[in-house]
Antibody, heavy 120, light 109 residues
Framework: QVQLQESGPGLVKPSETLSLTCTVS????????WTWIRQPADEGLEWIGR???????DYNPSLRSRVTMSVDTSKNQFSLKLTSVTAADTAVYYC??????????????WGQGTLVTVSS | HSALTQPPSASGSLGQSVTISCAGT?????????VSWFQQLPGKAPKLMIY???RRPSGVPDRFSGSKSGNTASLTVSGLQAEDEADYYC?????????FGGGTKLTVL
């Protein structure tokens, strides 16, 4: 059973960079897409972007100028960086496997989520 | 790409059926058969319930079914049970991006 675990600082100051890592266990990170999603408190889900194990990326146009994703296949990890954060970036951040052909275009496994608060 | 449109709330009595709609456009729901549905219980991560419009992952009860007509996808929950009370989100492929619906809170009466 594939498992995902998000890690990173729970508190980030305004204008700084949010950095999160997702560690994949129970399966290989290779040959799959991997996605970041966020959810502000009492709001809906927002797709941030995805990265393939080769490193190719697709980003949400509304966040593209601030987002960078990377992958480390040797560690079975992928990462998210979001620059110039504001209070509006406060949310629970999830990592998930997919979507892509290998997962029938679905997000089939999710991490438990990690709350990131932007505050001074 | 705008978020897909879902009703904020839906309800049904125990044992009855309820259908939740997910309205998109010809650029997302209408163009791709890559619509999925997620169930989110309070404080938990979303769980995949339906993928590719109507397919169920292993372990998801067959009370959950999905369909699509034109630019609108639907999730139907039959034989409602108390544990079905949750938030439900649709998600669709939209070119090189993916878009979620705003979510529907399902209440079991």
């Amino acid at each position: 059973q594939v498992q995902l675990q998000e890690s990173g600082p729970g508190l980030v100051k305004p204008s700084e960079t949010l950095s999160l890592t997702c560690t994949v266990s129970g399966g290989s990170i290779s040959n799959y897409y991997w996605t970041w999603i966020r959810q502000p408190a009492d709001e809906g889900l927002e797709w941030i972007g995805r990265i393939y194990s080769s490193g190719s990326t697709d980003y949400n146009p509304s966040l593209r100028s601030r987002v960078t994703m990377s992958v480390d296949t040797s560690k079975n990890q992928f990462s998210l960086k979001l620059t110039s954060v504001t209070a509006a970036d406060t949310a629970v951040y999830y990592c998930a496997r997919g979507p892509g052909a290998a997962t029938s275009e679905a997000l089939d496994f999710w991490g438990q989520g990690t709350l990131v608060t932007v505050s001074s | 790409h705008s978020a897909l449109t879902q009703p904020p709330s839906a309800s049904g009595s125990l044992g009855q059926s309820v259908t939740i709609s997910c309205a998109g456009t010809s650029s997302d729901v209408g163009r791709y058969d890559h619509v999925s549905w997620f169930q989110q219980l309070p404080g938990k991560a979303p769980k995949l319930m339906i993928y590719e419009v109507s397919r169920r992952p292993s372990g998801v009860p067959d009370r959950f079914s999905g369909s699509k007509s034109g630019n609108t996808a639907s999730l139907t929950v039959s034989g409602l049970q108390a544990e079905d009370e949750a938030d439900y989100y649709c998600c669709s492929h939209a070119g090189r991006v993916w878009v979620f619906g705003g979510g529907t809170k399902l209440t079991v009466l």
